[in-house]
Structure formats: C-alpha cells, structure tokens
C-alpha cells in the first residue's frame, strides 16, 4: 500500500468521521462555554469521566443512550462546579479548569477501580454499531467511506448544525454572545449574564462528557484511565482554529481527525522510522492550520473575564 | 402648564463604606424637558443615574415613573417602565453588528428563531425619526465613537424609552460631534422624550438643557434655569468655591530645542514642520484621530521618522528610543493616562520611578533601591497635591485628576527641558483643570519647552504661545495666541489654513 492507496480507500474516510466525533462534541462543547465568555480548561477530565461513567453505566446494565445521558449529566454537572467558581466566586478560570481536569481525570479512575475488579484484560461492553442506512450504506466506496457509522457520529454533526443556528439565529444565542462580548451590555439590556454563562458551561460540559462517552461506547468498548489522551486540548484549540463558530468547529475537528487517521495508516506504509514520529503528525499541522487562521479570529471580548455587578 | 412629571426622585440616599454617594436628593422631570445633573467627579451623579436605573438599591428613597413607583435593583423594570440609559463607558459589543447590539434581550429568550425582519424595520423607523443615521449590518467596533453613542441611543429607543438617561455622553466625543448630539437631544426633546444628561462641562450644560441640577458632595445644592445662569455662577456652585483658569504671562523664548522640517512617519504624519524654544509653548490643536497620537509618540521615541528630519538639542533623531528621549529631558504626559501614563494595579511609588528605574538614583547592585524610591513619591505627592496618595496604594484608586497631576509631577519633579503633555486635562473636572494647566505653565515659566496637544480650543488659546492645527497627519503653519480666533482656529482644524499667514513670516 502506498500513500495514493491510502487516500483510496474508503477505511480511512471511515475512520475520518468515527475520530472526529469526539472532537465535534468536545470542541462545540468548549465552544457554547467560550462564547459565553468562560475558559473550560476542565474539558479533559470531563470527557475522561464522561467515557467512564457512560462506560460503567452500560456494564452495570443501562441501555446504550442511557449511557450517553449519565454522561451528559455528570459533564453538566462538573459544569455546575466550573461555573459556579468562575462565574459567581470569579476565581481564574484557567486555574479552576485545571484543578478540575486533575480532579474529574482521578475520580473517573478511582470510581473505575471501585466498581471493577482488576483484571489482565479490562472489561468490554457492546457499543454502538454502525447504523445501515438503505439506499446510501451499500453505496459502494461512499457507503464505507461516509455511510457506515454509529447513531453518536451522525447526531454530532447535526448538533453542529444545530448550534450554529441556536448561536447565530436566535434570541438565546444572542444573549450568549453579549454575555461573552460584554456582560455589563447584557445586563443593561436586561440579560442576566451570571445566569447565561452558568446555563451555558453546563450544556457545553454536558456535551463534553457526551464525547468522552463515545470513546467507550462506539470507538472502542472498554474504558483505561489514559483513553483521552489530550483530545480535550486539541478541542480548545480548534475552538480557536474555528473562530468560535460551530460550522467551522465542525470542519476543523474532521480536519485533524483526517490527520490523525492518515498518520496512523502511514505507519504502515513507511516503516523504517519509530512510529512516534507519525503520532506527532497530527498536532504540527494543527499548529500550522490554528497559525493560518487564528490570526484572523475575533475573540469573544470577555473571555476569561470575571463579571461584577456594578463593576467596570 | 402643570402636570405630573414623567420622572421624579425622591430623597435618595446611598451609602458606600464611609462616602455618602448621595445625600437625600430629589429630583424631578417633566415632559419634553431636558434637565442636566451638573457635578464634579465624585459628586454622585453617576451613583444616583445607577439607582434610577436599578443598577443599585438605594439606602432610602423612592424612583417614580410618570406617578408609579418602580421596583428597586431591577433594570428590567425600568426599561419596561420607558427609561432608557446611555452609559459613559458604552455597553456595546464590538463584534456584533448594529442590529444585533440593539436587539440583545429585547425578546423572548426561548424562542425557535429571531424576528430580525421586523428588529430591523423598527430600528430603521426610529433611526428616521429621530435623525440617528446608522448601518444596522456594521460591525459596531467598525463605528466611530459618535456612530457607536448613536447605537446607544437607539438601543435606548429601541425598548421604547421616554426617558433617557446620558452619562457623561460627549466624554468620548470630539467637540464637533458633541455640538451634533446636543442639537439631536434638543430635538429629541422637541419630539416629546425626556432627557436627563450627566455632565461636568459648563458650556455644553448651558448649550443643552433646559434646567440644571448642581449636585455636590453628594448633595443637590442648587437649581437653576439655564437662560437665567452663566458659566461663573455654575462653576461655583459646582466646585463649591471661586476657580479661575490661569492664563499664561509673557515670556522671552530661548533657543530652538525641538525641530521637524519634512518629517513623516507611516501614513499618520505626513510633512510636517515645527520649532519649539525653551521657555516657550506649542499649541497642536485638531479633533483627535489627525495624528495627534502619533506626534506624541515621535516626541516620546516611541516612533522615529520615516522621512525628513527631526531634531531634538540640534542632534538628529533616527532612531526610535524611549531611554535616549528621558535622558535627553523629556517628560511626557500620555493622552490616556489609563493605559499608557501609569499602570493602574502598581503601587503609587512603583509608578512615580518607573521610567527611570534603571537610573542609580533609583536602582543599586541591579536592585530597586525602595527607599529612595519612596521618599521620592512622597514629595511627589506632597508637592504636587496629590489627594490621597498614600506610596503603597494601587495607583488605579486614585482619582483622574490625582493621577494626572502625579504624572505630572512625575515628569516636573526634575525639571524637563521639554515638556509633551498630550490631551492633559481630557476627563477632569474644572478643579483639576485649574490645577493642572498651572503646573504646566509653571514648566514653561522654568524654562521647559512645553508641546501642548489638545482638542479643547480654550485650553489651546489660553496657555500656548503660538499654535498650529493638525488635520489629516498634517500641520498648518504656525500662528500667534494672541492674534487666533476660535472661528479661525475651527477653520484651521478642518485642514483649511491656505490664507493663514504665518507667525513667524512678519
């Protein structure tokens, strides 16, 4: 196999979108907290407790999309901890962020250690199967390359779609984005801002921990400690690649997800150099890509910036 | 005509820690009035706006809109209640467009979509109205700062204000676009709203409003018609004492210390040519925006010139130094003095030495010598009056014109050979005025070769020697104080000085 035959096959476009959907919810997630004008350093622990807890969930005998919902609400509510620190206490957020990736990351292993027995091999689940669309799956090349994935995959783009519109189209979204461009705007038009950032970084953690989730419940079928493995800082950083819109967010996260998978096939092609050096592929054009369009990005004016009543 | 007035507040008190803000006032408006809350800073006229607005709870009193009583601490309520507020500090977004700065809040927050149609047909309407033109597609940080109050007060209008409250609305203006706002509230008042403006400047309170409430030391102290005062009489009753500008006396220029013939810098100074003596002051005057920004920062070392020459003692200037311009003698004082004069959460002595920290007067064996950095911001703040100057207190909590005259000091404390003071008196009351422009005449009388940069034609007239008008990076020729007029000096600023003949020709 060489490297056109890599672009050839339908695999790695399949592998494309199956990579990207924990970065569509990681990155809309950190980006619905960002416009509100709130940093959620906490997004790697989050997701990691959102992949074990969705995970346990379905081991201990919960439906699959229950799984999902327990991490949903774990995520909100390790949102509610980040919110409630940052916004109303106005603590710095990238130190709150922080401490609460180490304390989400410890917890999900100690909760892990707790409920299941050490074992050589760890426990599996039956994830998520591809869903058979008639008519598109049996598509040939595109059917594998685009048509073959699991129910999270598909609704993660559709709440791209979707966030795109509640932030750019309606009131809600509107008030979202005072609140990250000027809070005391917002206020004096009647929006209580300390209300829309903490309602914001709950839904946006929720989403959070449904992209860890589906690291245990569709990519693989167990859950490790390690399994995150930095996907939570590559979503703050395409939350700054895309210029904090969900559209682009959308596009950003299959971009790197296109790097990860090639990367991953060209080990196979080239062998004579350590892998590792493969692994570093991805993140170096990230660096590229965020230089080539960050420059460019407005930045929600109020980001990172506490909000006090009557204060300036 | 007798009727309940649209507004009425009555025997407001609040209290913050050991200041009374406001001391037991009461205040009325009737329709289609426009009454000015005239006061120095820290009179509590901002303080009393925020209480009618519900930013704050009053300690005691009652807001009355048109007869109801309105809820204390809610803005909503006020809005819905027809009162409307332009902030001094705007509460805009930069990255939103107009349309979306006004329509923020005004719906249902859980609605599916958002009626920008009929947003935007509103919008338009009353922009028509009321005269207040505006793209409602521009990106509001695109606007100019009188574009962006006109945004302000839309988004007043728009939640179907009858009142209107202004804070401090021509602070960020120049003096055209201030002449402008005063003639669109006069009509505005004309159509029926009620305005109430916030304001510390005695000639646009006489210019725009109907009645003036003096308010002072947190107490309305005096009510006048504003036909039936004049500027002597409210400057009193604002600083509770006689003040008096002072006015600059002769003097005899020595040599030439500063000179620029052909200099231009990027695209913001083109050409220009000036001379400045010891002993002697320069007046730039121009609305802001034309350069002035630039100049200061060339006289500071901050930019060098691209073309012509620049001299300062005879020796050309090629390249832009801070350190080589203060070790030359020159002492500065920025245009805005919050981010570039002093850095708000230092300590007062760590701001008086910072420009000359590496000196050894300051610093010994690589460390900052504390002592004597203290004792010098002591005598700083005690020659210099400065109010609450406290060494160890963070700089930001002093107040404007307090840390204006400790950046004055700071720079007058060793006698600067030239003297850049840029905008000096922007934001301070009349007090603060009086003060500052005797310590810079106090400079030129030492000796120092003072470059005045202002937009206040008064200020100009009074203390410079000669002036010359900045308009588009250039400079007009220079003419002499005495023989100015503010007719043409307004003529000058608008880049049409052909016909000027020149001060130093006869």
Known sequence: MDVIEIFASAGLWGAVLRIATPLIFGTLGALLCERSGVLNLGIEGIMTFGAMIGWLTVYSGGDLWTGIMAAAFFGALFGLLHAVLTVPLGLSQHVTGLGITLFASSLSYYIFRLSVPLASSPPTITPFQPIFIPGLSDLPFFGPALFSQTAPTYLGIALALGLAYVIFRTPLGLAIRMTGENPHGAEAQGVNPIAVRIGAVMAGSALMGVGGAFLTLSAFNSFFPTMVQGRGWVCIALVVFASWRPGRALLGALLFAFFDAFQLRLQNVIGAIPYQIFLMFPYLLSIAALVVMARRARVPQALMQPYRRGER | MTQTPVLELIGISKRFGDTQANDDISISLDKGEVVALLGENGAGKTTLMSILFGHYTPDSGVVKVAGVELPQGKPRAAINAGVGMVHQHFSLSANLTVLENVMTGTERLFRLGSNTRAGRKKLMEISERFGLKVDPDARVGDLSVGEQQRVEILKALYNDAQILILDEPTAVLTNIEAEKLYATLREMAAKGLSLIFISHKLHEVLAAADRVVVLRGGKAVAERKAKDTDRAELAELMVGRRVARP?????????????????????????????????????????????????????????????????????????????????????????????????????????????????????????????????FSSQLVERFDVRGGDPDKRIRLLSGGNMQKLILGRNLMDDPKILIAAQPTRGLDEGAIAAVHARILQARKAGAAVLLISEDLDEVISLADRIQAIAGGRLSPPVDADKADPRQLGLMMAGDWDDVEPAHAH
């Not at chain 2, 600059?248 to 013939?261: Q, Y």
């Not at chain 2, 100049?295 to 070392?301: D, F, N, R, T």
């Open chain 2, 247 to 375: 006015v600059r006396e002769a003097s005899t220029p020595g040599a030439v210390v500063l000179s620029a013939r052909g200099v231009s810098v990027g695209t913001k100074l083109t050409d220009l040519d000036f001379e400045l003596r010891a002993g002697e002051m320069l007046g730039i005057i121009g609305v802001s925006g034309n350069g002035q920004t630039t100049l200061a920062h060339l006289v500071s070392g901050l930019v060098a010139p691209d073309d012509g020459t620049f001299e300062v003692f005879g020796e050309p200037v090629t390249r832009a130094s801070v350190t080589a311009m203060i070790e030359k003698g020159v002492g500065r004082i920025p245009e805005d003095r919050n981010a570039e004069g002093a850095i708000g959460d230092m300590t007062i002595w760590e701001n008086a030495v910072l420009e000359r920290v590496f000196s050894s007067r300051f610093s010994k064996a690589g460390l900052v010598d504390r002592q004597a950095a203290r004792t």
